[in-house]
């Protein structure tokens, strides 16, 4: 730090946001030269939670490394595994049956909408409203327990594997997931009753963090930031995969360019995703639930890239190989590690109290970006 | 455009580019001085638009590295694959992060898991590992850390 | 009615025939010591729990439940805990401002018990400008919390000294122009005199509109003054990690911490006194027996209910509200609350001299 402080004009003020903040969500650590309360530049440290994930999986087989990766963004580990089992069968070229697709998109859903309900109760709390936390925590106990129960997890699930999925479902999973959709639909108004409608909050985010669709797709935002800015980015819709295709669904978009049109994104794109859920509850094909796959996986030499679009944005997934049973290079394009890289842009010139604000509207997980 | 149109407006635009064959995007391999002239020209081409830069990485072939560059056009949604062979004792690029802001973050990264200098890079410093990374690649083959080495 | 002024009358009785003049006003002034600071605990272990429970029932938890009957102890095991931590000094701190800030805020708080009367004729010292000593002396509290701030040498805590500073001195003045408008009904700044002009009917009521506009500015600018959200930007956790206090712990912070609580409650209790008729009971014109059955609930339970009441609104706000940006929170006062109020004192004047008012 010493250097930094070197190089600072008179009367700004440094402060270390971070590795221990409770408005970073974890260790992301940023380095911002104030003046006043106004910010001047703001820049991430990253490595606090870096465990080398890429360098780990090349001594790992095509079906270890997969469960390394519900440690990334462990709010969307269904996701990052389904990134991975598809880039995986894209190499071996399986045929997945169509029961374990359907199972796979609906635990995607139900974790984007996970995902997004720990986002909103974060959120809240870091504009200074700790109640709604709560509220959001109500419904996500339900997916939870839903994954819980055909999981036998609760975070870090390891339920998608090359081929399918690892086990069939519960025999309750259907009556659970109608469940949860009953409570969330009678539920669901209270979030804009106490967050979005309150003045106070949409004064905190009108405005603030403002992001242009030209920057936003410059510094390769994707996921909800970048449809906060009006760009479409929704891979479900561009580049489909699974049965995406199939279903009915709108991709959200809102022109607002600011935080609150990223808010108002992650909390329309819960509905989405109860709608794709809706859809799909009963009509899960009976059959096979994951494809016979040789014990040991060996994927041909080349090169494969899948990308999918989890709860934060777009996580590509890139596999090298050799023709052997590990790969011989990974690169996960994490969403957040993008996102993350806008901070700076959008952060300088507001005040100190809007940064906790636009990067909670960022919806930064330290793991996903640091990997 | 599909792959066999980017591959002929490639060529017109620089005709020492090689394809490799495979793969479900086009995949061209491009000298490392060649390279910011041609990524300019994608970005540039209207017929192009490559404005997405989804994913830059390095790959270590233990005799050479090779930059993989990631693109996708929000405009016309079509993809492609740049691959630049680096010297492995001397890996010297050019920085995208005037024609794509998200290379500067991703320069970084691989700037420190690779040792790949990137000229004129606005911020070339350690983004991830603590001080004193500088030289250790982790992410090279020959990485070897004599105190934290897991072996599996 | 065995009430408190009885309780309070009959010690002084006691004690001056027992002992000579002097020696039984000084054993008064012990023992009024002693019950301040008696009450200055036992409110601060009260408005906790209280706090905590309910936070807990709005966001759909239990709240503490393991300490004691229903958890009520809680607090109580929360202070030994606190007593027995150590009581660390950073040492790039200002020592001695660092170990003066808490007790400042503390002897604030206590100074802010004497006017306030409690129950009829009970009351510590019924001293003439009762009211302009609470608003002057509670603004000493911004300079202990600059002291805190200041001493800490830490930036999160100087920067929310400065937020805090901005903050109190600004609302003061629209609570300051909400109390004068009550004021200028009652021609009196001592508090026994406001509260009986309640006798009849409480302000709020009989003041008209402009009375309930005064209130609600009085609520909202009190709020601000102690600190608490959506006006907490002193502390704001998640910008500031914990604002003016980062650097307290122990016995220190609990110090903050309980005189935080303390002047909630005397604010509140100010504001029950000028809106809610204070000790008053509740009485509705002609209905004889409803009044007459309001008198036989003592008075210091009118008192403590409305002071609750008035307690329980501003925890309603904290557990319900996100915070306000620090330039936000300065616009709501100069350029809404204090011409809001400057206008309504106007009116407030102009129904107290044309004595439109009840």
């Known amino acids: 730090m010493v250097e930094e402080l070197g190089k600072t004009m008179e009367g700004d003020l440094i402060i270390n946001v971070?590795?221990?903040?409770?408005?970073?969500?974890?260790?992301?650590?940023?380095?911002?030269?104030?003046?006043?309360?106004?910010?001047?530049?703001?820049?991430?440290?990253?490595?606090?939670?870096?465990?080398?994930?890429?360098?780990?999986?090349?001594?790992?087989?095509?079906?270890?490394?997969?469960?390394?990766?519900?440690?990334?963004?462990?709010?969307?580990?269904?996701?990052?595994?389904?990134?991975?089992?598809?880039?995986?069968?894209?190499?071996?070229?399986?045929?997945?049956?169509?029961?374990?697709?359907?199972?796979?998109?609906?635990?995607?859903?139900?974790t984007r909408i996970a995902s997004h309900e720990l986002w909103w109760g974060a959120m809240a709390m870091d504009l200074g409203a700790l109640t709604p936390f709560f509220y959001a925590f109500r419904e996500r106990e339900t997916i939870n327990e839903i994954m819980e129960e055909t999981c036998g997890a609760r975070l870090t699930m390891n339920y998608m594997v090359p081929g399918g999925v690892l086990q069939d479902l519960h025999p309750d999973f259907q009556r659970k997931v109608k469940e949860f959709i009953q409570l969330y639909k009678r539920k669901i108004h209270e979030y804009d009753e106490l967050v979005t409608g309150n003045i106070i909050f949409q004064n905190r985010m009108k405005g603030v963090g403002y992001l242009s669709p030209e920057d936003a797709i410059?510094?390769?935002?994707?996921?909800?930031?970048?449809?906060?800015?009006?760009?479409?980015?929704?891979?479900?819709?561009?580049?489909?995969?699974?049965?995406?295709?199939?279903?009915?669904?709108?991709?959200?978009?809102?022109?607002?360019?600011?935080?609150?049109?990223?808010?108002?994104?992650?909390?329309?794109e819960m509905e989405q995703s109860v709608r794709i859920i809706e859809q799909l509850i009963d009509n899960i094909p009976e059959g096979d639930y994951q494809a016979k796959t040789k014990a040991v996986l060996k994927l041909p030499k080349g090169e494969f890239y899948q990308r999918v679009e989890t709860a934060r944005g777009e996580l590509g997934v890139y596999i090298v190989s050799e023709g052997g049973t590990t790969p011989y290079r990974i690169k996960y394009r994490?969403?957040?590690?993008?996102?993350?890289?806008?901070?700076?842009?959008?952060?300088?010139?507001?005040?100190?109290?809007?940064?906790?604000?636009?990067?909670?509207?960022?919806?930064?997980?330290i793991p996903d970006i640091d990997r | 455009m599909q792959n066999e149109e980017l591959k002929a407006t490639i060529t017109e635009l620089l005709p020492a580019a090689t394809f490799e064959e495979g793969g479900e995007w086009v995949n061209v391999q491009v000298?490392?001085?060649?390279?910011?002239?041609?990524?300019?020209?994608?970005?540039?081409?209207?017929?192009?638009?490559?404005?997405?830069?989804?994913?830059?990485?390095?790959?270590d072939w233990k005799t050479h590295l090779t930059m993989v560059y990631h693109l996708s056009s929000t405009q016309y949604r079509h993809n492609m694959v740049v691959k630049v062979k680096l010297d492995r004792n001397k890996p010297e690029v050019e920085t995208l992060s005037a024609i794509w802001r998200t290379a500067e973050?991703?320069?970084?990264?691989?700037?420190?898991?690779?040792?790949?200098?990137?000229?004129?890079?606005?911020?070339?410093?350690?983004?991830?590992?603590?001080?004193?990374?500088?030289?250790r690649n982790p992410l090279r083959k020959d990485f070897e850390d004599p105190i934290n080495m897991i072996k599996l | 009615m065995w009430s408190l002024s009885q309780i309070a009358g009959s010690i002084h009785e006691w004690l001056s025939t027992t002992f000579n003049p002097t020696i039984a006003l000084i054993l008064e002034m012990v023992i009024a010591g002693v019950a301040i600071i008696g009450l200055f605990a036992v409110l601060g272990l009260v408005l906790v729990i209280m706090e905590r429970k309910v936070a807990a029932w709005i966001q759909i938890r239990l709240g503490p439940n393991r300490v004691g009957p229903k958890g009520l102890l809680q607090s109580a095991a929360d202070t030994v805990k606190l007593l027995v931590k150590e009581g660390m000094t950073p040492d790039g701190a200002d020592k001695f401002l660092f170990n003066l800030a808490p007790f400042v805020a503390m002897i604030v708080a206590m100074l802010l018990m004497a006017p306030i009367a409690f129950a009829k004729d009970f009351q510590l010292w019924d001293l003439n400008i009762g009211v302009l000593y609470v608003s002057s002396v509670?603004?000493?509290?911004?300079?202990?919390?600059?002291?805190?701030?200041?001493?800490?040498?830490?930036?999160?805590?100087?920067?929310?000294?400065?937020?805090?500073?901005?903050?109190?001195?600004?609302?003061?003045?629209?609570?300051?122009?909400?109390?004068?408008?009550?004021?200028?009904?009652?021609?009196?700044?001592?508090?026994?005199?406001?509260v009986q002009s309640q006798a009849n009917g409480w302000w709020l009521f009989k003041g008209h509109i402009?009375?309930?506009?005064?209130?609600?500015?009085?609520?909202?600018?009190?709020?601000?003054?102690?600190?608490?959200?959506?006006?907490?930007?002193?502390?704001?956790?998640?910008?500031?990690?914990?604002?003016?206090?980062?650097?307290?712990?122990?016995?220190?912070?609990?110090?903050?911490?309980?005189?935080?609580?303390?002047?909630?409650?005397?604010?509140?209790?100010?504001?029950?006194?000028?809106?809610?008729?204070?000790?008053?009971?509740?009485?509705?014109?002609?209905?004889?027996?409803?009044?007459?059955?309001?008198?036989?609930?003592?008075s210091s339970i009118w008192f403590f209910g409305k002071t609750f009441f008035l307690i329980f609104l501003i925890m309603w706000f904290r557990w319900t509200f996100p915070r306000l940006r620090i330039d936000q929170l300065l616009n709501l006062e100069w350029k809404y609350l204090l011409p809001i109020s400057m206008v309504n004192l106007l009116l407030m004047t102009a129904l107290a001299i044309l004595g439109w008012h009840f």
């Not at chain 1, 930031?225 to 479409?232: K, N």
Request: charged share 15%.
């Open chain 1, 18 to 110: 971070g590795p221990q903040h409770p408005a970073t969500h974890g260790v992301l650590h940023l380095v911002i030269t104030l003046n006043g309360e106004t910010i001047k530049n703001v820049e991430p440290h990253l490595g606090y939670i870096h465990r080398s994930i890429e360098k780990m999986s090349e001594s790992l087989t095509y079906r270890q490394f997969i469960y390394v990766t519900s440690r990334m963004d462990y709010l969307s580990a269904h996701i990052n595994n389904h990134a991975c089992a598809l880039c995986v069968e894209k190499g071996l070229q399986v045929e997945v049956p169509a029961r374990a697709q359907v199972i796979r998109v609906l635990m995607d859903e139900l």
């Open chain 1, 218 to 268: 410059s510094y390769g935002c994707s996921g909800p930031v970048t449809r906060g800015s009006g760009v479409r980015s929704d891979v479900r819709k561009i580049y489909p995969y699974e049965i995406y295709d199939k279903l009915e669904f709108d991709e959200v978009l809102e022109t607002g360019c600011d935080s609150f049109a990223r808010y108002l994104v992650r909390v329309r």
């Open chain 1, 334 to 365: 994490s969403p957040g590690f993008s996102n993350l890289s806008v901070l700076n842009k959008i952060a300088t010139g507001s005040k100190l109290g809007d940064l906790v604000a636009m990067m909670g509207t960022l919806d930064l997980v």
């Open chain 2, 31 to 59: 000298e490392a001085a060649d390279w910011l002239a041609l990524a300019q020209a994608l970005r540039n081409n209207p017929a192009l638009n490559f404005d997405y830069l989804f994913c830059l990485t390095c790959v």
């Open chain 2, 105 to 135: 973050f991703h320069e970084r990264e691989v700037y420190e898991m690779f040792g790949v200098n990137f000229l004129n890079h606005p911020d070339l410093r350690l983004l991830i590992l603590p001080d004193g990374w500088e030289g």
């Open chain 3, 138 to 194: 509670s603004s000493i509290m911004v300079i202990s919390i600059l002291m805190a701030g200041w001493s800490s040498n830490n930036k999160y805590s100087l920067m929310g000294a400065m937020r805090s500073g901005a903050q109190i001195v600004s609302y003061e003045l629209s609570a300051g122009l909400a109390i004068l408008s009550i004021v200028v009904l009652t021609g009196s700044l001592q508090i026994s005199e406001i």
């Open chain 3, 210 to 298: 402009p009375a309930i506009i005064a209130f609600v500015i009085f609520m909202i600018a009190v709020t601000a003054e102690t600190n608490r959200a959506p006006f907490d930007l002193a502390e704001a956790e998640s910008e500031l990690t914990a604002g003016f206090h980062t650097e307290y712990s122990g016995m220190k912070f609990a110090l903050f911490f309980l005189s935080e609580y303390v002047n909630v409650f005397i604010v509140c209790a100010i504001g029950a006194t000028l809106f809610l008729g204070g000790w008053m009971p509740f009485h509705i014109g002609n209905w004889e027996a409803f009044n007459h059955i309001m008198d036989y609930i003592p």
